[in-house]
């Protein structure tokens, strides 16, 4: 059947409408604000503009110049009247631009826009057809990412320069120690020595990295040193081994080294001292007891070390992880600035990671602090209570301890304070605390338990390992005895610690049995040094 021409005319007319229905249904229902501009005038906008600039209807917002809907200047100082009409023509020169905007809102607020303008022929009228689409939130992620970005770096830097001074501070200890230092690997060729070390043996650092210990020691002491590895291995450490080993320039030389087996189990760490001097001259008393000393100080050092390294691994190893993993996240984008509430989430996890790294990091320092304070020689005495000086040698050892399940336990009931060489006194403590570990694991004590005491001015340290046989009890102060192998122990600890107690503060160091172990007290009530 054939139309007439009305008929098409109708057809036509409906299909218009349906287009023009269609049209407005897209322009009203447009996520973004959609307005015609024509001779530089509102004719037309969407509800959604109205919305974004917080108008009170269409006719409101019609009714007003474009350029009131700017501030005087946009952000890069530009005059916003003379920017709009650049825009402008850029879009009618190029059919279409695109830009980014500073607009004011009804209500005086300044917000960022995303602004495209297309001109178009519309009923055969030219106007430019505008798109605003609010991008505030993000330039508010922007900035905020862009200052979260600043503060991670600079924090990161911040405790990168933290721990390069606390490196240089362990540096310079390791540098500045009389004791010669070393790091050997399994096949006993050096890895690292100190300036010590070098200056002991004659031989620069560069070629002592060349050199396996084995060409430094004498023939007759290469079969028992292969020995002593073997028990380093198995138990963890080798303390007072002497023998003779050869300078750079032949001579021979005496001395004493300790061995412990570092954490990863893959290296040595090697203290030594030259004690040919104190060797030939033994049977002077001054200065047998200041070879002693030096010996009993050395073992503890080499311990102390072994501790820092094993105290520095885990805090090491969080900070690693908690810094990776910011950095992961970052390259993922795993981290959410869509709203405020994610950022918000987000920035407290970055904070929090960051507060972890402080906290991390100030652990390090208490230990380095801890180290350095220990090894400071006392050149006078300090006024301290009992009970801090226990807590400090307790703190060296914590560590150690938890590991071995050593339970310890005080009461101090004595805070008086008193004129005393602190760190002589934390070394008898220490020395005390270390023989009954060892004990407790040379006999595999179930449940080990540590007492300490503190009452008026007098520390009492009883332990559950069983005690010491009687028959030698009344010995173990001599100089060179111990009940410890004798590839394990100087026999000097308890000599120097009833030296330090009796000597340098006129008081009294005993032992006795208990129906468990073994009590030792040390006794500083007479009158103070």
Not at 36 to 63: A, P, R, T
Not at 151 to 160: E, H, N, Q, R, T
């Amino acid at each position: 059947m054939k139309l007439s021409k009305d008929d098409t005319n109708i057809e036509k007319h409906k299909k218009t409408q349906k287009r023009e229905k269609t049209f407005e249904v897209l322009f009203e229902r447009s996520p973004d604000g959609i307005s015609i501009i024509e001779d530089g005038n509102f004719v037309q906008c969407n509800q959604k503009i109205v919305d974004i600039f917080k108008y009170d209807s269409k006719k409101e917002l019609l009714n007003i110049h474009p350029s009131e809907l700017s501030p005087k200047y946009q952000p890069d100082g530009e005059n916003s009247f003379d920017k709009a009409n650049e825009m402008m023509r850029l879009a009618l020169s190029n059919d279409g631009h695109s830009f980014e905007w500073m607009h004011t809102r009804a209500d005086g607020e300044n917000f960022y826009a995303e602004i495209v303008l297309t001109p178009i022929s519309l009923f055969d009228r030219d106007v430019i057809h505008v798109v605003w689409r609010d991008i505030s939130l993000r330039k508010e992620m922007e900035t905020k990412l862009e200052e979260l970005n600043t503060a991670l770096a600079s924090s990161v830097k911040k405790k990168s320069s933290q721990l390069r001074k606390r490196e240089e501070l362990l540096s310079a200890i390791f540098e500045q120690t009389s004791e010669g230092i070393a790091i050997l690997d399994l096949e006993l060729n050096f890895t690292l020595v100190n300036s010590a070390f070098e200056k002991m043996t004659g031989f620069t650092k560069e070629k002592l990295y060349e050199t396996s210990c084995r060409d430094l020691t004498l023939e007759e002491y290469i079969k028992e040193s292969e020995e002593i590895n073997e028990i380093v291995l198995k138990t963890g450490k080798y303390i007072g081994f002497e023998k003779k080993c050869m300078k750079k320039d032949g001579t021979i030389f005496d001395v004493s080294i300790n061995i412990i087996l570092m954490p990863d189990k893959k290296s040595f760490l090697v203290t030594s001292l030259d004690v040919t001097e104190e060797n030939i001259s033994k049977k002077e008393k001054v200065l047998q007891e200041e070879q002693m000393l030096k010996q009993s100080r050395l073992a503890q050092m080499g311990e102390m070390i072994s501790m820092i390294a094993h105290q520095w691994r885990q805090p090491l190893g969080a900070i690693s992880a908690t810094a990776a993993n910011l950095e992961i996240k970052f390259e993922l984008q795993t981290f959410r600035f869509d709203s405020q509430k994610n950022i918000e989430k987000s920035s407290e996890y970055i904070v929090e990671s960051l507060k972890d790294i402080d906290e991390l990091v100030e652990s390090l320092t208490t230990t380095i602090d801890d180290f350095r304070n220990f090894y400071k020689p006392n050149k006078k005495s300090v006024k301290i209570s009992l009970e801090e000086v226990i807590s400090k040698a307790l703190k060296i050892l914590s560590t150690s301890f938890t590991s071995s399940g050593i339970e310890v336990v005080q009461e101090c009931l004595s805070k008086e304070t008193m004129e005393i060489y602190d760190t002589e006194l934390m070394q008898v403590i220490l020395n005390i605390l270390n023989n009954a570990k060892d004990n407790f694991i040379e006999k595999e004590t179930k449940n080990p338990k540590i007492l300490i005491k503190t009452y008026g001015k007098s520390i009492s340290i009883s332990d559950n390992g069983g005690g010491i046989d009687n028959t030698v009890l009344d010995k173990i102060f001599d100089p060179y005895f111990s009940t410890k192998d004798a590839k394990n122990g100087t026999g000097l600890g308890l000599y120097m610690s009833k030296i330090i107690v009796q000597e340098h503060h006129n008081g009294q160091l005993n032992a006795k049995n208990t129906k468990d172990g073994v009590c030792f007290t040390i006794d500083l009530n007479k009158e103070d040094k």
